[in-house]
């Protein structure tokens, strides 16, 4: 069965709106999750690390005002994309570390379309 | 700056015959290795890894081995399947379950 869940699978919004990404580890506690993003024909790319109980680190380039982790219990970290734009446009992946065997599971991502 | 590369952006294989995948990276602090198989508007999925202590993993159909003084990576597939058709992706790590970065993919099609 799945280990990582992440919903929705597909979003639709208007330009400026907010859209709220949720990911959750359903297998174990999960300290660390990782969000990434993929553009088509691109790799993935880290956008940042959330930590339960503690801020977010970004990667170079992700602005952490726009994109809003919270990672407020062992099992959730949710991804929200603040006033989201075309550009904005992706393919957004959670995946989960699974520490005690040393295990990197991935949510089956979220196809995020701004209009 | 591209630490992890997969210079062939795809790949054609009859059914059959063996898939080889190739991976170059540049950081010599990376020590822990995976292969993640991707169809699309789905997540990755974890094929088979690789630590720095050892040159070779093997895994059902598929086989990774890792040449560390030439900083390269290759993945075999055999006997390839159609169902192999996807996307690829290697990925490295300086510690085993630390954050990956990945190479940009290799599309494999696997022909009947």
């Known amino acids: 069965g799945a280990v990582v869940s992440q919903h929705p699978s597909w979003v639709i919004c208007k330009s400026g709106t907010s859209v709220k990404i949720e990911c959750r580890s359903l297998?174990?506690?999960?300290?660390?999750m990782f969000w990434y993003r993929q553009f088509p024909k691109q790799s993935l790319m880290l956008m940042a690390t959330?930590?339960?109980?503690?801020?977010?680190?970004?990667e170079q380039g992700v602005e952490k005002d726009k994109f809003l982790i919270n990672h407020a219990s062992l099992t959730l970290s949710t991804l929200t994309v603040t006033s989201a734009h075309p550009e904005d446009s992706s393919f957004y992946i959670c995946s989960v570390l699974d520490r005690l065997n040393e295990k990197l599971f991935f949510g089956s991502g979220t196809q995020l379309s701004v209009l | 700056d591209q630490q992890v590369k997969q210079n062939s952006p795809s790949l054609s294989v009859q059914e059959g015959r063996i898939s080889i995948l190739n991976c170059d990276y540049t950081n010599s602090m990376f020590d822990y290795f995976l292969w993640y198989k991707k169809y699309p508007a789905e997540g990755p999925t974890f094929l088979i890894s690789?630590?720095?202590?050892?040159d070779k993993n093997e895994d059902g159909r598929f086989t990774v081995f890792l040449n560390k003084s030439a900083k390269h990576l290759s993945l075999h597939i055999v006997p390839s399947q159609p169902g192999d058709s996807a996307v690829y992706f290697c990925?490295?790590?300086?510690?085993?379950?630390?954050?990956?970065?990945f190479g940009g993919g290799t599309r494999v099609l696997v022909k009947p």
């Open positions: 990925a490295a790590g300086e510690a085993a379950g630390n954050k990956l970065t």
């Open positions: 297998d174990f506690q999960a300290t660390t």
């Open positions: 959330s930590n339960e109980g503690s801020k977010a680190t970004y």
């Open positions: 690789i630590s720095s202590i050892k």
